[in-house]
C-alpha cells in the first residue's frame, strides 16, 4: 500500500479490534490494568512470584530519587531460574535452544537439561580462571550458543558480564572494557556472514594492547581460522570448559546484586554503561514477555530476531524466553543468508510462532518483494512484534498481511537498553491496534507526555515520552558516575525519568513514537552518539572539523550524514575527494563499527556557525532532510548554508 492509501485506511477504520477468539485464550485480560494502576508497587511484587527465591521478598520499592531497590530483602540466582529449575520441574528433555547456522546444512538442538549441563561446565571453567562475584566478564561473541552459555554462566556466580555486539571495532571494545575494568573476556576465533569466515579474535588481541586489566580470554573454536595466542592468556573453550564438572552448585545473591553492564551511545560522545541488576530485571523480562507475546510454553516456537549484543537480545533471546521456559530460535546468520526466503523456510520448517524484529528487516524484506513468500507455510505464526524504532504504517500492514495473514496481532513495543524491558506495546487480545502506533504503557509503567514545562499534553498533541514512576526493570545508574545517571535522566523533569524520545498522543489519547530529540541516532535500531561519530572523523589525518547528523531513511529509519571540512596542504589539493570520502567512511568503521559508516559525507569549505563559533547542526539537519531552513540570521555567514544546500542536492544528484 502507498502512504496515501495507508492515511485513507486510516481515516476509515482506526483500529484493529483484539479478535474474540484470541482474547478468551490471552494471558492477560483488561481488567490487569486496573489492578496495576491501582496499587503498582503490590502489583509487581505479585510479579515477582514468576521466579524461584531462595529467600522471597516481601518489600517491593525502595525508592530514594533517582536511586531504585526492587525486592531488596529477597535472595536469588539468575542463572537457576533460567535453566536449573525447568530441569527440577521436569522439563529437562524439552528444547530451550534450536541453533541455526548461517549455513544452511549446520543446526544445533539443545534441552534444558544440557543447557543445565553446559553452562556449569563453563561456571567451573570461569571460576578456575579466577572469575568472582562482582567481577566484570567482557562477552564478544557471535549468535551461537556458547555466548549464551557464558552470559548464564557469568550471572550465575554472581559476576556481571558486559556483552559487546561483535561488529564494533578494537577500540570501541577497548573503551568498554577499561570503562568497567574488566578481568576477563570470552570471545571466538570468528564468526561467518553469507558463508564467509570473519575474524573476531584480533580485534580482541588489538583491544587488550590497552587493557591491562585483563587476565584470561576464554576463546571458541568456530571458525577453524589460524588466531595469534598467548599461552598465557588464551584459552581455548573445548580444552577448559568441555573438560569441567558438568554439575555446578549455584549460590543465591541479593536481589539488588549487579548483574550487568550495557553500553548505549550518549550526547557526550562517550559510552555509558548502563547498569542493571538482578531481580527486577528478571521480573520485568519475565513478565513483560509473557504478556507482551501472550507466551504459552507448551506448544510456542519463539524467534527473537536480533543480537545479543544489543539489549533486545539480552531480555528476549536470553533472559525473558528462558525464564519462561519456552522452546526457541536462534540465528546465526542474516536474512539473506543462504537466500531471500531464508527466514521463511526457519519459520516453516521450525513451526515459528512468534517472531520479534525490527522495522529495519521489516522494511528491507518488503523491498525485496513478496516473491520470496510463494510457496512458505507460515501458518505457525501468531503474534508479530516489533522494535528498536517507530514502525511506519506501510511496513506494518505489509507485515500483518503477508507475513501474519492477516490473523496475527502486531505488538509493536517501545522500550530502551535503560528500560530493561517493554514499557509501551499492545497486548494480544486485550489492545486494539493502529498501523505505528505503539499504543498505551503496559501494566505496572506509567507513561506520559509532557510539553517543555512538564505539564501533560491534551490528546491530539506531542511533546516528550516520560516515566513518571519507578518500575523494576529501570536501570540503576551509569557505571562509575552517579552525577551523569541524574544529570542525563532525571533533571530535564526533576523526579520524572526522559530519555530523549519525542511522543505524540492522538485524538485517542494512544501513543505514536517519534524518535529521539537529542543527539542520538536510531541507525536500525542501533543508538548512535552523534559526538561519538564526529570524534571518529576529527581522528582521521585529513579532516579539520565534522558536523554529524541524522537524516530519515526508508530503510534504515535515520542514517548517518556528515559534513566535513578537510585540512589539505598545497600539495593535497589535488587529491580524489571521492578517494578521501571513502577513507572517512572506512576510518569511522574501524574506529566504530561498520553501521556508523555515514551514508553520506558532503565536503564543505566551512560549516554553518554562529557568532560564538557554536556549529548549527538544527541547520544541517533541515539541509540533510531537504527542509525549508530556519532562522540564520545567528550565523557568522548566512551564505554557508546556501553553499551547503547546494552541495548537499548535487551530491544526492551524483548518487
Not at 545 to 551: F, L, R, S
Given at each position: 500500500m502507498a502512504n496515501d492509501q495507508i492515511e485513507a485506511w486510516l481515516q476509515e477504520n482506526r483500529s484493529f479490534a483484539p479478535s474474540a477468539d484470541f482474547a478468551q485464550k490471552s494471558n492477560v485480560t483488561e481488567a490487569e490494568y486496573g489492578r496495576a494502576h491501582s496499587d503498582p508497587e503490590a502489583w509487581w511484587l505479585e510479579q515477582s512470584a514468576r521466579l524461584t527465591w531462595t529467600v522471597a521478598p516481601t518489600r517491593s520499592l525502595?525508592?530514594?530519587?533517582?536511586?531504585?531497590?526492587?525486592?531488596?530483602?529477597?535472595?536469588?540466582?539468575?542463572?537457576?531460574?533460567?535453566?536449573?529449575?525447568?530441569?527440577?520441574?521436569?522439563?529437562?528433555?524439552?528444547?530451550?535452544?534450536?541453533?541455526?547456522?548461517?549455513?544452511?546444512?549446520?543446526?544445533?538442538?539443545?534441552?534444558?537439561?544440557?543447557?543445565?549441563?553446559?553452562?556449569?561446565?563453563?561456571?567451573?571453567?570461569?571460576?578456575?580462571?579466577?572469575?568472582?562475584?562482582?567481577?566484570?566478564?567482557?562477552?564478544?561473541?557471535?549468535?551461537?550458543?556458547?555466548?549464551?552459555?557464558?552470559?548464564?554462566?557469568?550471572?550465575?556466580?554472581?559476576?556481571?558480564?558486559?556483552?559487546?555486539?561483535?561488529g564494533f571495532s578494537a577500540e570501541a571494545l577497548a573503551s568498554r572494557i577499561q570503562d568497567s575494568d574488566c578481568r576477563f573476556v570470552v570471545t571466538a576465533d570468528g564468526q561467518f556472514r553469507r558463508g564467509t569466515a570473519a575474524l573476531l579474535k584480533p580485534a580482541v588481541d588489538e583491544a587488550l594492547l590497552n587493557c591491562p586489566s585483563v587476565e584470561s580470554v576464554l576463546v571458541v573454536k568456530r571458525t577453524s581460522q589460524e588466531?595469534?595466542?598467548?599461552?598465557?592468556?588464551?584459552?581455548?573453550?573445548?580444552?577448559?570448559?568441555?573438560?569441567?564438572?558438568?554439575?555446578?552448585?549455584?549460590?543465591?545473591?541479593?536481589?539488588?546484586?549487579?548483574?550487568?553492564?550495557?553500553?548505549?551511545?550518549?550526547?557526550?560522545g562517550k559510552p555509558k554503561g548502563i547498569l542493571h541488576t538482578t531481580a527486577g530485571y528478571l521480573v520485568g523480562a519475565a513478565t513483560t514477555y509473557s504478556n507482551v507475546f501472550d507466551i504459552k510454553p507448551a506448544t510456542d516456537i519463539c524467534w527473537t530476531a536480533a543480537d545479543i549484543g544489543w539489549i533486545t537480545g539480552h531480555t528476549y533471546i536470553v533472559y525473558g524466553p528462558l525464564l519462561n521456559g519456552v522452546s526457541q530460535v536462534m540465528y546465526e546468520g542474516l536474512p539473506d543468508s543462504g537466500g531471500r526466503d531464508r527466514w521463511w523456510r526457519i519459520?516453516?520448517?521450525?513451526?515459528?510462532?512468534?517472531?520479534?524484529?525490527?522495522?529495519?528487516?521489516?522494511?528491507?524484506?518488503?523491498?525485496?518483494?513478496?516473491?520470496?513468500?510463494?510457496?512458505?507455510?507460515?501458518?505457525?505464526?501468531?503474534?508479530?512484534?516489533?522494535?528498536?524504532?517507530?514502525?511506519?504504517?506501510?511496513?506494518?500492514?505489509?507485515?500483518?498481511?503477508?507475513?501474519?495473514?492477516?490473523?496475527?496481532?502486531?505488538?509493536?513495543?517501545?522500550?530502551?537498553?535503560?528500560?530493561?524491558?517493554?514499557?509501551?506495546?499492545?497486548?494480544?487480545?486485550?489492545?486494539?491496534?493502529?498501523?505505528?502506533?505503539?499504543?498505551?504503557?503496559?501494566?505496572?509503567?506509567?507513561?506520559?507526555?509532557?510539553?517543555?514545562?512538564?505539564?501533560?499534553?491534551?490528546?491530539?498533541?506531542?511533546?516528550?515520552?516520560?516515566?513518571?514512576?519507578?518500575?523494576?526493570s529501570m536501570t540503576r545508574g551509569i557505571w562509575g558516575d552517579p552525577d551523569r545517571f541524574a544529570e542525563t535522566y532525571w533533571s530535564r523533569f526533576p523526579g520524572t525519568y526522559f530519555a530523549g524520545d519525542g511522543a505524540k498522543r492522538d485524538d485517542d489519547g494512544d501513543i505514536w513514537l517519534l524518535g529521539r530529540v537529542d543527539d542520538v541516532m536510531n541507525v536500525s535500531g542501533h543508538r548512535l552518539s552523534t559526538t561519538e561519530i564526529e570524534h571518529?572523523?576529527?581522528?582521521?589525518?585529513?579532516?579539520?572539523?565534522?558536523?554529524?547528523?541524522?537524516?530519515?531513511?526508508?530503510?534504515?529509519?535515520?542514517?548517518?550524514?556528515?559534513?566535513?571540512?578537510?585540512?589539505?596542504?598545497?600539495?593535497?589539493?589535488?587529491?580524489?575527494?571521492?578517494?578521501?570520502?571513502?577513507?572517512?567512511?572506512?576510518?569511522?568503521?574501524?574506529?566504530?563499527?561498520?553501521?556508523?559508516?555515514?551514508?553520506?559525507?558532503?565536503?564543505?569549505?566551512?560549516?554553518?556557525?554562529?557568532?560564538?563559533?557554536?556549529?548549527m547542526r538544527r541547520l544541517l539537519r533541515d539541509v540533510a532532510e531537504q527542509r525549508a531552513l530556519g532562522d540564520v540570521t545567528t550565523l557568522t555567514d548566512p551564505t554557508v548554508v546556501s553553499m551547503i544546500s547546494g552541495l548537499m542536492e548535487q551530491h544526492s544528484t551524483e548518487d
Open positions: 525502595d525508592w530514594n530519587p533517582p536511586f531504585a531497590k526492587w525486592f531488596s530483602d529477597g535472595m536469588l540466582n539468575a542463572s537457576y531460574n533460567c535453566v536449573d529449575r525447568h530441569v527440577d520441574n521436569g522439563f529437562g528433555g524439552k528444547t530451550a535452544i534450536h541453533w541455526i547456522a548461517d549455513a544452511e546444512n549446520e543446526e544445533r538442538v539443545i534441552s534444558y537439561s544440557e543447557l543445565q549441563q553446559m553452562v556449569a561446565r563453563c561456571a567451573n571453567a570461569l571460576l578456575a580462571l579466577g572469575v568472582r562475584a562482582g567481577d566484570r566478564v567482557a562477552v564478544y561473541m557471535p549468535m551461537i550458543p556458547e555466548a549464551v552459555v557464558a552470559m548464564l554462566a557469568i550471572v550465575r556466580l554472581g559476576a556481571m558480564h558486559s556483552v559487546v555486539f561483535a588466531v595469534v595466542w598467548n599461552e598465557t592468556r588464551d584459552h581455548w573453550w573445548h580444552e577448559l570448559v568441555d573438560s569441567q564438572n558438568s554439575t555446578h552448585q549455584y549460590e543465591s545473591f541479593p536481589a539488588e546484586q549487579d548483574m550487568f553492564l550495557m553500553y548505549t551511545s550518549g550526547t557526550t519459520v516453516e520448517n521450525l513451526g515459528v510462532t512468534i517472531l520479534y524484529t525490527a522495522p529495519t528487516t521489516i522494511r528491507t524484506l518488503m523491498k525485496w518483494g513478496t516473491s520470496h513468500l510463494i510457496g512458505h507455510n507460515l501458518s505457525s505464526l501468531r503474534v508479530l512484534g516489533t522494535v528498536g524504532e517507530p514502525i511506519n504504517p506501510e511496513a506494518w500492514m505489509w507485515y500483518r498481511e503477508f507475513i501474519g495473514g492477516n490473523n496475527c496481532p502486531i505488538v509493536d513495543t517501545w522500550w530502551q537498553t535503560e528500560t530493561g524491558s517493554i514499557m509501551i506495546s499492545p497486548l494480544p487480545g486485550v489492545t486494539s491496534t493502529k498501523p505505528g502506533a505503539a499504543m498505551r504503557a503496559l501494566p505496572g509503567i506509567t507513561i506520559d507526555v509532557v510539553d517543555e514545562q512538564g505539564h501533560s499534553v491534551p490528546n491530539g498533541h506531542g511533546g516528550f515520552l516520560v516515566v513518571t514512576r519507578p518500575w523494576p571518529a572523523i576529527v581522528g582521521f589525518h585529513l579532516v579539520a572539523e565534522a558536523a554529524v547528523v541524522g537524516a530519515s531513511d526508508e530503510t534504515t529509519g535515520q542514517a548517518v550524514v556528515a559534513f566535513v571540512t578537510l585540512k589539505l596542504s598545497d600539495d593535497d589539493q589535488s587529491q580524489d575527494h571521492a578517494a578521501i570520502i571513502e577513507q572517512i567512511r572506512q576510518h569511522v568503521s574501524r574506529v566504530i563499527s561498520p553501521i556508523a559508516k555515514p551514508r553520506q559525507i558532503i565536503l564543505t569549505p566551512e560549516l554553518p556557525k554562529t557568532r560564538s563559533g557554536k556549529i
